[in-house]
């Protein structure tokens, strides 16, 4: 017997026993007459196998009761444990919805809004494009590379989030074949895009990214998340998003070179995510084609940091002079609150670019 918060599903088999009682007759007699094994019969009584026609008639000589009533008794039975499944289910569904940021999907309208648990439910599994709820986090479905500042239960539901709604913007961009070592070789102009501002940048980046086979998608941020990019394979095309955690020039630059890193790495499409190891690599090569360590090591050591020089070094190796800023902070070798009026802030979606 199942059952769920309002239904319950009594299988065919109840009302056999029934029947057997009423006769006296064991399950062994019963198995004998109807010409089933005994494992058959105990199956049957317990609703694991279906009561088929053929059982039915077969019933309908043993037991005296017609067919049809048998086989109406299994379907009304296939029909309660269908409803019975669903309940169980949308209240197991219910409880991973509350882990998800409903409400910053709704704000930026990646959502319907409502009130109803089991409505919000129907309106996340479209969005997630499952059946199930409990099917978001699979790893045959997500493979995804992402920059973070840490990872639990609320930001794990929060990526998963973003993530289906840059493979969701995706689809409406247009992308060439997959050419990884046509993205090395354009490694250089992306830097230099850094000096750049936004409204021009940002058609470009996104035009050289589509031309090798990466659709590029800009998304606002999500509370508790701690998500900087991400980066995975949808279908033929390589999808990276990116967010602006503190609108700065110098974490977004950051973002995108550490999601190039996981790209041209293979880290992305692993069947367990990427690992540390490669977390730290896609740091590192972010880190030093931005700013060579040897090239800072020098400056820092031959130079009194002030506006002047390090707006002249900025200029000099070809970044923007915030992105400097964000690595000498990083580095310990200024304060956080020293020369913010030289970092640039952002402001990114997929409609407008703002500086």
């Not at 508790?224 to 279908?235: K, M, Q, T």
């Amino acid at each position: 017997m199942n059952h769920s918060r309002t239904y319950i599903a009594i299988p065919p088999g109840e009302t056999i026993k029934e029947q057997l009682s009423f006769r006296s007759m064991s399950q062994k007699e019963f198995a004998l007459r109807m010409c089933l094994t005994e494992k058959h019969v105990t199956n049957l009584l317990k609703g694991r196998v279906q009561l088929t026609s053929n059982v039915a008639m077969r019933l309908e000589s043993v037991l005296g009761v017609p067919a049809i009533f048998w086989e109406n008794l299994e379907s009304l039975y296939r029909e309660a444990l269908i409803k019975v499944e669903e309940e169980n289910q949308l209240e197991a569904d219910t409880e991973i919805a509350k882990h998800l940021p409903y409400s910053d999907m709704i704000k930026y309208e990646w959502i319907p809004s409502s009130k109803s648990p089991y409505e919000k439910v129907g309106n996340l599994r479209k969005f997630f494009e499952v059946s199930r709820l409990q099917l978001i986090d699979d790893p045959a479905i997500n493979h995804i590379a992402c920059r973070r500042l840490s990872s639990g239960e609320k930001s794990d539901y929060a990526l998963l989030a973003w993530a289906q709604k840059a493979k969701l913007e995706a689809r409406n961009c247009e992308t060439k074949e997959i050419n990884i070592s046509g993205l090395k070789k354009t490694i250089p102009a992306i830097r230099y895009m850094s000096t750049l501002p936004p409204e021009v940048f940002c058609p470009k980046l996104t035009n050289l990214f589509s031309d090798n086979g990466i659709a590029l998608i800009f998304l606002p941020y999500i509370k508790s998340s701690a998500l900087h990019g991400a980066s995975f394979y949808d279908g033929k095309k390589i999808v990276v998003g990116l967010t602006i955690r503190g609108k700065y020039a110098d974490i977004f630059w950051f973002s995108l070179f550490h999601e190039i890193a996981h790209i041209i790495y293979g880290h992305i499409g692993q069947a367990e995510g990427t690992s540390d190891n490669d977390e730290k690599e896609a740091d590192s090569f972010a880190r030093e084609t931005l700013i060579p360590s040897d090239e800072l090591k020098f400056f820092v050591k031959n130079s009194v940091l002030n506006i002047d020089t390090l707006k002249l070094f900025a200029e000099r190796i070809g970044v923007d002079v915030g992105i400097l800023v964000g690595r000498l902070q990083h580095d310990g070798i200024i304060k956080y609150n020293q020369f913010n009026n030289l970092k640039t802030k952002y402001e990114f979606n997929n409609k407008e670019v703002q500086l």
